[in-house]
């Protein structure tokens, strides 16, 4: 596998599920991220980690819970979600996080929440 | 404020034809500038970097304008394959948080035959 993967690639869930997004990237980089993309808004980024350090966590409610085991791996753990987080997840990784460093997306992982 | 404005869109044009969008941005520390392309219901995908001195590669030009915050981007002979979203963004590095990248909403561009 090269680049940027995401498990899974769709994904529908009730409100009291609990379910894991999975990315992983094969580049050797060092910085990962989560992104949201929702219909008619901009991407926005929810979480960065830099070697497996949590440095920006923008605003993301509780029920929004990241994992990064390793600069290789990054999750996304969901519980009592909401309909309005219906959206697109998006995972990217960089060499390291800031300056010029080129971010790599993932394919993401579509989400329903019903 | 949005942190990034890009025009609406949507731009239908024939092919070889020049097209240009534009952005701007809020805040005057932004340190890097790129242009990202976004297929429907795919990634966002690096285009190309845009340096203060304006930089081209193949048909496409970017520019920046530092004093304007304003950044541009010329295709020119549109081919249908440059069909896509095309994203603006912007990185602000503050302190000990790197790696912020702000988006655009993007301007989707159709080349017809």
């Known amino acids: 596998e090269t680049g940027v993967t995401q498990t899974p690639r769709h994904l529908v869930m009730g409100m009291t599920n609990k379910k894991s997004l999975k990315c992983e990237q094969h580049?050797?980089?060092?910085?990962m991220y989560w992104y949201k993309q929702s219909a008619k808004k901009p991407l926005e980024l929810m979480f960065v980690y830099n070697f497996k350090e949590q440095t920006e966590n923008n605003s993301v409610p509780s029920r929004f819970s990241p994992e990064c085991p390793n600069s290789s791996h990054l999750f996304l753990h969901l519980h009592t979600l909401q309909p309005e987080d219906s959206a697109l997840y998006l995972c990217a990784s960089s060499q390291i996080a800031g300056g010029n460093n080129e971010q790599f997306f993932g394919p993401g992982t579509r989400l329903t929440v019903l | 404020r949005k942190e990034v404005e890009q025009d609406p869109g949507p731009f239908n044009v024939p092919e070889g034809a020049t097209v240009a969008f534009n952005c701007t941005y809020s805040n005057s520390a932004s340190q890097s500038f790129f242009w990202y392309r976004q297929d429907c219901r795919k990634e966002p995908k690096l285009l190309m970097s845009v340096y203060s001195s304006g930089n081209e590669d193949g048909r496409f030009t970017a520019q920046l304008n530092r004093a304007s915050q304003y950044i541009s981007l010329l295709i020119r002979d549109s081919k249908l394959s440059d069909s896509a979203t095309y994203l603006c963004v912007v990185n602000l590095d503050r302190g000990s948080t790197l790696g912020r990248l702000y988006f655009g909403r993007g301007t989707q561009l159709t080349v017809w035959p």
């Open positions: 580049l050797g980089h060092n910085a």
